[in-house]
């Protein structure tokens, strides 16, 4: 996955997603950087530190919310951590274990890679890809899977790579995003207050598979 931006467009943050199913499994996971794990327990959802252990010779951390509504568990890499939440208390060490251990997982520099281990015989439901352009706002990437679902029929105004869709939120409030097309991927993009329209016709997404 590759998404183009002119350099004036300085990105604040990027965060991943990925969901696998089959037969009665089904689990989503969660991808950013370093720190993204202190940050959600410290800002999303407040949560203490309940287990450390080792899987692959990796760190798994599992925290629990102060309100325990929610528990997560996290495998720390080296440049990015993999995190799937569950409701309510977590479950037991050896399932936590299985569940990251039933995982392919390559971190480099450039993004982390996680895949279901051939033997799990899962498949990919849904992936999810968001990058916040300080100032401008949201681009939503969904998998290619997903991205057919949400192309209207009719012809977008063109763009420089592709054509753009105005779409209207449920609730009929006003508000509204936009559907960017690209030849190799697409985006729903959402706008800050102060976000122009000018900086969609350069934006460019494509999934290379």
Known sequence: ?????????PVSSVAAGVRFVGGSYGTGFQIGPRGYHEFACTHVAPAATRDRFLVHGR??????ANDLQSSVATLIG????????YAGPA??????????????ITDHVGGLVVRPRSAMLLDTMTEQLAVVVRGRG??????????????????????RFGEVWKVAYP???????FILGCPAGLAEVHLTDSGALDWLAQLDVAWHI
């Open 171 to 177: 609730g009929g409030d006003d508000k509204h995003s």
């Open 138 to 159: 949201t681009v939503s990437i969904p998998g290619p899977r997903q991205a057919l679902a949400l192309v209207p029929r009719h012809a977008g105004a063109p763009t």
């Open 59 to 64: 760190e798994v951390v599992v925290a629990e």
């Open 91 to 104: 479950p037991g060490r050896d399932r936590i274990s299985a569940l990251f251990g039933s995982l392919e």
């Open 1 to 9: 996955m590759t998404v183009a931006l002119p350099a004036d467009m």
């Open 78 to 85: 080296t440049y990015h951590e993999l995190m799937t939440v």
